[in-house]
């Protein structure tokens, strides 16, 4: 461990490369991602953590971009985080939607870390959560989490972070879409991006509508933002909006709530692999076909070839 004590004091210190192999630790789920969490844990839970989310094509990376130019003229330190769909090639990030931020790159209160989903539904990777937790913890201000883009099952994305902006973007005929998916349900922030369209009045009015049919969620009315992240307007509204819902979240509990929910979870998703990996030690491959022979010359059945190998 002492040399990753090592890597954490020149994390602190703002050391691009050390931030990037914790990171890469705790994605690819190290040996030592453990005690890396461990050292770490007590270090989150200052950052404001925003979820961008959307249909592809909804303009997603092009909006991440110009809104963390917007925070970085409010914060020193803004982090990126950007779930990408895997290669079947190669299983890594597919990272084309990075080049709308070559922008970004220069700037050194800035960091971009892609990740692959690695076929991983809801949008989002498995460890997303506990690369976020690091980014926190290594003492980002904020954090904007871009989820794959697949449209209906990024549901996800509410479980990591406290406020999720939803995107559309007019003429693009997502309305019934978000309603059948039940996506509407997670969004914090209706964006109607690409205002710059025509049909922006429109798009606005429809979701306005909408949202007079669904059951409102506490006291908190979803606001809708016109943004354009090509000429630059909105954003500004944009980032209003999501700091107001963050003092809200906070003072009416639901905050607390959320994150309860995230690290039950979590609790779930690591108690889950222990007892996955626990089990694979002891179950060996003989254990298996054995017991597939059995079940096969109908000896046993499957149920009770599975309480053989679990006794």
Partial sequence: MTGNIDLLARAREGQIAAVARLLSIVENEEPEAAEIVRATHPDTGHATVVGITGPPGAGKSSLVSTLTAAFRARYPRVAIVAVD????????????????MRERFLDEGVFIRSMANRGNSGGLARTTKRVVNLLDALGFDIILVETVGVG?????????????????????????????????????????????????DRAVKDFAQMMTLGTPRLDWK?????????????IDDLVAAIESHGKWARESGDARRRSL???????????????LRELAERV??????RAAARVADREVDPYAAVEELLA
């Avoid at 299983?91 to 080049?99: C, E, K, M, N, T």
């Avoid at 995107?167 to 710059?196: C, F, H, R």
């Avoid at 606001?223 to 909105?234: D, F, M, R």
């Avoid at 929910?261 to 007892?275: H, S």
């Fill in 85 to 100: 769909p895997s290669s079947p090639f190669t299983g890594g990030a597919i990272l084309g939607d990075r080049i709308r």
């Fill in 152 to 200: 209906q099952e990024e549901i996800e994305v509410v479980r990591v972070v406290e406020t999720v902006c939803l995107l559309t973007i007019p003429g693009m005929g997502d309305d019934i879409q978000a309603i059948k998916s039940g996506i509407m349900e997670i969004a914090d922030v209706l964006v109607v991006n690409k205002a710059d369209r025509p049909g922006a």
């Fill in 222 to 234: 979803i606001p809708i933002v016109k943004t354009s992240a090509t000429e630059g307007t909105g």
């Fill in 261 to 275: 929910d995230a690290m039950r979870k979590e609790v779930e998703t690591l108690l889950r692999e222990r007892i």
């Fill in 284 to 289: 060996t491959d003989d254990h298996l076909d």
